[in-house]
């Protein structure tokens, strides 16, 4: 019995927050519900991996699970419990942020927390509006663990977050859960290894295009607007004389 405990506290230790694999493997759904709701609910989370796990999580509640992942997942647990988990940790983030304001974001500069990280998620907010914004961050990694509670902070009615939020949450983690339970029943097993990284990576890169867009846009306007002031404040030639 003490070398099971032995053998499974160190499994747990041995885990990676980062590979998908090796949370649905060590915690099953749990793992899945937990990294969903800790990553739109507590903002720390925002490094956990919140796309790829859902699309592993998809194959995982395929026919080709155990080949791939090594466990077997329930896919109307999945469709049910994960959208909710997702709704539940952004109403949370909502609350946090409404109840204690800016301050909630009041720390250092780190490796990790990034005052910018703040600001893209209010950008994103005053750009498309609190109901688009609520929606589309869910598909930005980073954005949709700060924009709930840039939401509250924002005096965003919670009902009317709850809304979009339902919303919001129901589509990104259904839709990527289908995809992966879709892939894995069309693709033969034999070759599947060859497209999983291929759609996860194109995942991200879906996820990450529209910030990567607003960044090169911003690089651009800071360029245009230093080349204008450069220009304005250049000294005058003097006349020439004839």
């Given at each position: 019995?003490?070398?099971?405990?032995t053998?499974?506290s160190?499994?747990?230790l041995?885990?990676?927050?980062?590979?998908?694999?090796?949370?649905?493997?060590?915690?099953?759904?749990?793992?899945?519900?937990?990294?969903?709701f800790?990553?739109t609910?507590?903002?720390?989370?925002?490094?956990l991996?919140?796309?790829?796990?859902?699309?592993?999580?998809g194959?995982?509640?395929?026919?080709?699970?155990?080949?791939l992942?090594?466990a077997?997942?329930?896919?109307?647990?999945?469709?049910?419990?994960?959208?909710?988990?997702?709704?539940?940790g952004?109403?949370?983030?909502?609350f946090?942020?409404?109840?204690f304001?800016?301050?909630l974001?009041d720390?250092?500069e780190s490796?990790i927390?990034?005052?910018?990280y703040?600001?893209?998620?209010?950008?994103y907010?005053n750009k498309?509006g609190?109901?688009?914004?609520v929606v589309?961050?869910?598909f930005?990694?980073?954005v949709r663990?700060?924009?709930?509670?840039?939401a509250?902070?924002?005096?965003?009615?919670a009902?009317?977050?709850?809304?979009?939020?339902?919303i919001?949450?129901?589509?990104?983690?259904?839709?990527?859960?289908?995809?992966?339970?879709?892939?894995?029943?069309?693709?033969?097993?034999?070759v599947?290894?060859?497209?999983?990284?291929?759609?996860?990576a194109?995942?991200?890169v879906i996820?990450v295009l529209?910030?990567?867009?607003?960044l090169?846009?911003?690089?651009r306007?800071?360029r245009?607007?230093?080349?204008e002031t450069?220009?304005?404040?250049?000294?005058?030639?003097?006349?020439?004389r004839?």
């Amino acid at each position: 019995m003490d070398h099971e405990q032995t053998r499974a506290s160190t499994e747990i230790l041995a885990v990676n927050l980062l590979d998908p694999k090796s949370l649905i493997g060590s915690f099953g759904l749990v793992g899945v519900y937990t990294v969903i709701f800790v990553e739109t609910g507590l903002f720390f989370g925002f490094f956990l991996p919140g796309d790829s796990l859902l699309f592993i999580a998809g194959i995982a509640s395929s026919s080709v699970a155990e080949q791939l992942v090594g466990a077997k997942l329930s896919f109307p647990a999945l469709m049910v419990g994960v959208p909710i988990m997702a709704i539940a940790g952004a109403q949370l983030g909502h609350f946090l942020g409404a109840k204690f304001g800016r301050s909630l974001f009041d720390r250092p500069e780190s490796r990790i927390f990034k005052a910018q990280y703040v600001e893209k998620a209010e950008h994103y907010f005053n750009k498309f509006g609190p109901a688009k914004a609520v929606v589309l961050a869910r598909f930005i990694p980073v954005v949709r663990a700060f924009l709930n509670p840039v939401a509250g902070i924002l005096e965003m009615p919670a009902k009317k977050f709850l809304l979009w939020n339902v919303i919001g949450g129901v589509v990104w983690t259904d839709s990527i859960l289908l995809l992966g339970n879709r892939t894995a029943g069309v693709i033969p097993p034999s070759v599947i290894d060859r497209y999983v990284l291929p759609v996860i990576a194109a995942i991200v890169v879906i996820s990450v295009l529209p910030m990567l867009i607003e960044l090169v846009r911003g690089i651009r306007g800071r360029r245009r607007a230093a080349a204008e002031t450069e220009s304005t404040d250049a000294p005058e030639e003097p006349a020439t004389r004839r």
